[in-house]
């Protein structure tokens, strides 16, 4: 079952530009994570957060976590063609490694 | 990081007809899943597939029209049971190594087209 909405559904910017996505769940987490998925093939780890974080970095990626407001935002600086992809935020509960999946954010960079 | 492979990559089958996806990972994973997703869709999970007993099926799937086998560490594989239009879908599997933390590892998923 989805754990929440990520907004907006689909993102269409110029190439340099910087992309931001939300992610917004609705139960307590352990921690929340970002994952890329090109074309309906795999998806592929970006980012963990976890609970008692509030911002975390990895590259061009930066994530960050409001646990008051139960959400999260994925930003993506200096965005290139090849980060064209959507985009999942995920979040995990307790100890039994499910992750419940937000609906997902389409992004396109235009060159 | 896990590498996970799937068999097929994509299939198109009759109605009625009953298609198994097989799941390989380069090395052993403490957890395996089983995950369908629409297309444009997010991702719903199927069931946690055990090694070495019947797996755990979320609400909404059974275990006569998706069998699941793990007979190891590092295989399993989904059934997709007697067929409709409504199970086309891409099927994907995911892996988790407790060592390694908490990420999933994903394959490429299965595209499948039920006529």
């Known amino acids: 079952s989805q754990q929440g909405e990520e907004d907006p559904q689909a993102l269409s910017i110029q190439e340099g530009e910087n992309a931001t996505m939300n992610c917004s769940y609705k139960?307590?987490?352990?921690?929340l994570q970002w994952y890329r998925q090109n074309s309906g093939r795999g998806l592929v780890h970006l980012i963990l957060?976890?609970?008692n974080e509030r911002e975390k970095h990895s590259g061009r990626l930066r994530v960050t976590l409001d646990t008051s407001k139960k959400s999260s935002s994925l930003l993506i600086t200096a965005s290139r063609a090849a980060d064209t992809a959507s985009y999942f935020c995920?979040?995990?509960?307790?100890?039994?490694?499910?992750?419940?999946w937000g609906a997902g954010t389409k992004l396109i960079i235009k060159p | 990081s896990a590498v996970i492979s799937q068999k097929p990559s994509r299939d198109i089958c009759q109605r009625g007809t009953s298609l198994t996806i097989q799941c390989q990972v380069d090395?052993?994973?403490?957890?395996m899943f089983w995950y369908r997703q629409q297309p444009g869709q997010s991702l719903t999970l199927i069931a946690t597939?055990?090694?070495?007993?019947?797996?755990?099926?979320e609400s909404g799937f059974v275990i006569d029209k998706f069998p699941i086998s793990r007979p190891n560490l590092t295989f399993s594989t989904l059934t997709v049971s007697n067929m409709s239009p409504e199970d086309s879908s891409i099927y994907l599997c995911?892996?988790?190594?407790?060592?390694?933390?908490?990420?999933?590892?994903f394959g490429p998923g299965t595209r499948l087209l039920v006529l």
């Open positions: 995920a979040t995990s509960k307790d100890s039994n490694y499910q992750l419940i």
């Open positions: 139960t307590s987490i352990n921690n």
């Open positions: 957060i976890r609970s």
């Open positions: 090395s052993q994973v403490t957890m």
């Open positions: 597939a055990n090694q070495g007993s019947e797996a755990t099926y």
């Open positions: 995911s892996g988790i190594s407790e060592g390694r933390g908490e990420t999933q590892y």
